[in-house]
């Protein structure tokens, strides 16, 4: 999955808005064969964090015919670092670190690999679009939401589109439609802009389908942040009375 650059940084050289609109199979060899490199999982006061990392090797030749050809858009002559490649087998995304371009030397006078050292990637807002689900629901699954509940139903929508709202001060506000759920009436959009560049949010009243022209009217405005999909504070509220008691039996000194 080539990385496409959205809005460079030129004094960092990063962009942290990137997107991934293409995806290319390709047959790859991963080099790791008793499991992932890497620190492994690390348990940590801040949770769980996967540390995995993994080679994998790609012929020029499956490159040059599959992916650098007349008939895509890819330019460049190898994988680029920031590229991500999904993993079927374990459903994981990699990012390329460094791409190794003489390994192996020179065997019979030529380059006949590139070697790519990978790390596990965090997920951190990026726009998914590749239309191979396995990926795309990374982003609706990982992503900050906004839902809109609209009264007229859902009818119409399609996930990919572009929503957008005039509010009052004339500001325009756009999303990315990444879920549907018509029982409800609600629209879950991500990658939320303003055209004033700052913090705003949508607000109950006209949406527009940018694809269709389809406007409804928007009763309420949520969130989905995330936060609490592993949040387990009631269970260790009620599990903690049971063995800790902090009531003050003795007033001359410590609780016992």
């Known amino acids: 999955m080539p990385r496409e650059l959205v809005n460079k940084d030129n004094i960092l050289g990063d962009d942290p808005v990137s997107s991934f609109s293409k995806s290319y199979k390709l047959e790859m060899y991963i080099e790791n064969t008793e499991g992932f490199d890497g620190e492994g999982d690390l348990f940590s006061k801040f949770g769980v964090e996967i540390r995995d990392e993994a080679t994998f090797v790609v012929s020029r030749r499956s490159w040059n015919r599959l992916v650098k050809s007349a008939y895509n858009s890819v330019e460049y002559y190898?994988?680029?670092e920031g590229d991500l490649i999904y993993l079927g087998l374990s459903g994981s995304l990699f990012e390329i670190q460094k791409v190794e371009t003489e390994s192996p030397f020179y065997q019979l006078k030529n380059l006949p690999t590139f070697k790519m050292r990978c790390s596990l990637f965090e997920y951190s807002g990026e726009d998914l679009d590749t239309g191979y689900d396995g990926i795309d629901k990374i982003e609706r699954l990982g992503s900050f939401l906004t839902l809109l509940t609209i009264s007229q139903g859902t009818l119409?929508?399609?996930v990919g589109e572009t929503i957008s709202q005039t509010l009052t001060s004339g500001i325009v506000m756009t999303g990315?439609?990444?879920d549907v759920n018509d029982s409800d009436g609600i629209l879950s959009l991500a990658h939320i802009g303003a055209s004033?560049?700052?913090f705003n949010n949508f607000a109950t009243g006209s949406i527009t389908s940018s694809a269709s022209n389809l406007t409804r009217t928007v009763t309420l405005v949520?969130?989905?942040?995330?936060i609490d999909a592993g949040d387990q504070t009631t269970f260790f509220d009620s599990e903690v009375i049971e063995f800790m008691d902090f009531s003050e039996s003795n007033p001359f000194g410590d609780p016992q």
């Not at 949520?222 to 995330?226: A, I, L, T, Y």
């Open 78 to 80: 190898r994988p680029r």
């Open 156 to 158: 119409g929508y399609n």
């Open 222 to 226: 949520g969130e989905d942040n995330k």
């Open 176 to 178: 990315e439609l990444v």
């Open 196 to 198: 004033d560049g700052k």
